[in-house]
């Protein structure tokens, strides 16, 4: 099996294990288990917490004490170990912790998988920028073949989808021990401070303003990011609540028309060049934004029948709206710090908006939507979407006022070199 064939098959499964529970979990919690919705946003808050601080461990120890691809493999067996404990659990409090251990091993594995297919296709010759991100695409499409999966088996609402999920967990990691040696580079010095080990003298960067009101506006957004794959299952599923919708595809097939959000976030990642060379960075960012105000206000709208344009339309967006804002954020980092920093300053990125944002997005959210939104175990719907609306757009009005950005077309062209 050729090198770009074996990593294609490492970054499905690498996301396959993610789809097949990541959007369905909510159906899980609030139709088969029946638990609280401010508890099930703390379960979203894990993927946060795990992203603060251990890819940047994960990081030291493949540097500086063992092989790359080991330590991804051993950490998905042990996400898969978690996965497949969790049928068992029956009170949320456990869940939590059980569901908190499987991320705390998952989230690392992101990037580490990035650092593995990096440097076995360098060590073998090829051209990253050119190679990797057709090998990356087959990461989404892993993620869409879960999802249709867990829907197509009738297990969108069962405890099936964390064995499907455990089970390719194992069969990644145990691959993973077959993949090509990817050994510590000991890049870090053994004089460096824990501050540089951890990749924290990123944080002299709030010093800045213009930084600082980066990354604050990235931890604001990332409060956005995960919002409908929390939540964005449970609410089409329980349109069955309502008898016209009741039998309808959107209620039968739900997992499967949120799948439209990760085939449009392939299709707009090959717009993003074009997109950013001709408005620049922060028109791009700021298209994202109103792209999640869009997101929401179309679901806060749309329906089963004569309403199902605008979910799925809003499932559009949603590519135009994850990807412009990551990407485009990823670029403004990379054209505006010092080299040294660099890497610490994508990773602070990652952790202002995938970290700290997707924390409290998550906690915050479920007890807003309990609170507020929820009476006698019914969800308002159209007003928990029309006040995710409202806040994507506050942080987009307040973004284009107070962030100044002077559009560079040469920043594109240094895209990925």
């Known amino acids: 099996m050729s090198i770009k064939l074996r990593l294609t098959f490492m970054s499905f499964l690498q996301f396959f294990v993610w789809g097949a529970w990541l959007i369905t979990v909510g159906n899980y919690w609030f139709g088969t288990k029946h638990w609280s919705g401010e508890q099930f946003g703390a379960i979203f808050s894990t993927l946060g917490l795990s992203s603060i601080v251990m890819p940047a461990l994960t990081g030291i120890i493949a540097d500086k004490w063992i092989n790359a691809e080991k330590l991804y493999g051993l950490l998905h067996i042990l996400s898969g170990l978690a996965l497949l404990y969790i049928p068992q659990v029956d009170n949320p409090i456990t869940f939590y912790y059980v569901i908190f251990a499987a991320m705390i091993c998952y989230m690392p594995t992101i990037s580490l998988s ?73 890049l870090i010095s053994e004089n460096a401070s824990i501050v540089e080990k951890l990749g924290l003298n990123a944080f002299k960067l709030f010093g800045t303003y213009k930084m600082a009101l980066f990354f604050i506006f990235s931890m604001f957004l990332g409060g956005a990011l995960q919002l409908t794959n929390m939540y964005g299952d449970v609410y089409l599923s329980e349109f069955a609540g309502i008898p016209e919708y009741a039998d309808s595809f959107v209620v039968k097939y739900s997992t499967i028309i949120m799948s439209i959000s ?156």
């Open 114 to 186: 990035n650092s593995v297919a990096y440097t076995i296709l360098k060590n073998n010759q090829f051209d990253v920028v050119k190679v990797f991100p057709p090998i990356r695409v087959w990461g989404t499409i892993g993620f869409i073949a879960a999802m249709w999966l867990t829907n197509l088996t009738g297990n969108k609402a069962s405890f099936n989808m964390f064995y499907i999920a455990a089970f390719a967990a194992f069969a990644l990691g145990f691959y993973s021990f077959t993949l090509p040696k990817c050994p510590p580079q000991k």
């Open 262 to 417: 990760q085939i449009s976030e392939t299709l707009f990642i090959l717009a993003i060049p074009f997109f950013l060379k001709r408005f620049g960075i922060k028109q791009v960012m700021l298209i994202s934004m109103f792209a999640w105000v869009l997101r929401f206000g179309l679901f806060a709208y749309g329906n089963p029948t004569d309403g199902l344009w605008m979910i799925i339309m809003s499932c559009i967006v949603y590519g135009m709206a994850f990807d412009f804002f990551n990407i485009s954020g990823s670029l403004f980092v990379e054209t505006t710090t010092d080299s040294k920093i660099r890497s610490s300053a994508q990773g602070l990125f990652m952790m202002m908006s995938n970290g700290f944002g997707a924390f409290f997005g998550g906690l915050i959210s479920g007890i807003v939507i309990d609170e507020f939104f929820t009476k006698d175990g019914i969800r308002n719907w159209h007003d928990i979407w029309l006040s995710f609306a409202g806040y994507a757009l506050v942080i987009a009005i307040l973004f284009a006022v107070m962030f100044k950005h002077k559009h560079n077309p040469e920043e594109v062209v240094n895209v990925g070199h």
